[in-house]
């Protein structure tokens, strides 16, 4: 069986995932990253509510506990629990690029880079199955105590990523461990374990990004971001 294939199996199947619309995450990020960008310790209790089919996010308790942050690829937005909008921005890409190097970040950059993020970390592997995403098996990788398949995949410019190509490191059990990127020109490894099974769908509860060697190997700390999802649901 392809690897796609077993990795779809192994996080509860493409029919039934196609079957659901939306889910919901509670959650805490925080790491080294933060700290550098002027946000530490901002998002360590959050709800997290999208959809399973659009890059949409909204997180209840971002940066504040009456504060909701509003994510789509062309629109960022920071909201009162009351529904009315402090805060927008359009086309935050574009935005937010010419202004890579200033410090700290706004909240409203924070959610772009947040919602970026996290909606492609919580719709994987089932977003490799869509037809304009190319996807390649590699050659495995040896861990020193594992085996673990590779996955390349080309991102067409319609999902918005950190970085166009991504490679996606599966084990034996057809769970995601790991994923390699580019992200602002840094080398990227997103170390993913302690997977959890909600509504019949497994997704891994920790995540650790770190910084990666030319030849792959990891530069262990600091951790630049660490993610904990206590609980999540999907209908």
Same mark, same amino acid.
């Given at each position: 069986m392809a690897l796609l294939d077993d990795a779809l199996d192994a996080c509860g199947g493409l029919e039934r995932w196609r079957r659901l619309k939306r889910f919901t995450v509670h959650l805490s990020i925080d790491g080294a990253l933060f700290s550098r960008i002027g946000n530490a310790g901002r998002l360590k209790d959050m709800v997290m509510e999208g959809s399973t089919e659009v890059q949409t996010l909204q997180f209840t308790g971002f940066t504040a506990p009456d504060r909701c942050g509003l994510y789509q690829p062309d629109w #960022? *937005? +920071?909201q009162s629990l009351q529904g009315e909008i402090l805060r927008s921005c359009r086309d935050p890409q574009t935005a937010?690029?010419?202004?890579?190097d200033e410090m700290p970040w706004?909240?409203?950059?924070?959610a772009y880079f947040c919602g970026l993020s996290l909606w492609?970390?919580?719709t994987i592997p089932?977003?490799?199955a869509q037809p304009e995403i190319e996807t390649e098996e590699l050659p495995p990788w040896n861990t020193g105590s594992q085996i673990w398949r590779r996955l390349r995949a080309i991102f067409p410019p319609t999902i918005v990523t950190h970085s166009r190509e991504q490679i996606f490191y599966f084990d034996d059990d057809g769970l995601q461990r790991r994923l390699d990127y580019q992200a602002a020109? #840094? *080398? +990227?490894?997103?170390?993913?374990?302690?997977?959890?099974?909600f509504n019949e769908i497994v997704i891994p509860?920790?995540?650790?990004?770190?910084?990666?060697?030319p030849d792959g190997t990891l530069v262990t700390k600091p951790a630049l971001i660490d993610?904990?999802?206590?609980?999540?649901s999907f209908e």
């Open positions: #960022v *937005a +920071i937010f690029s010419d202004h890579h706004d909240d409203l950059r924070l492609n970390c919580l089932f977003l490799l020109g #840094v *080398a +990227i490894a997103h170390l993913t374990w302690a997977h959890q099974k509860t920790l995540r650790r990004c770190l910084s990666r060697q993610i904990e999802i206590f609980d999540a």
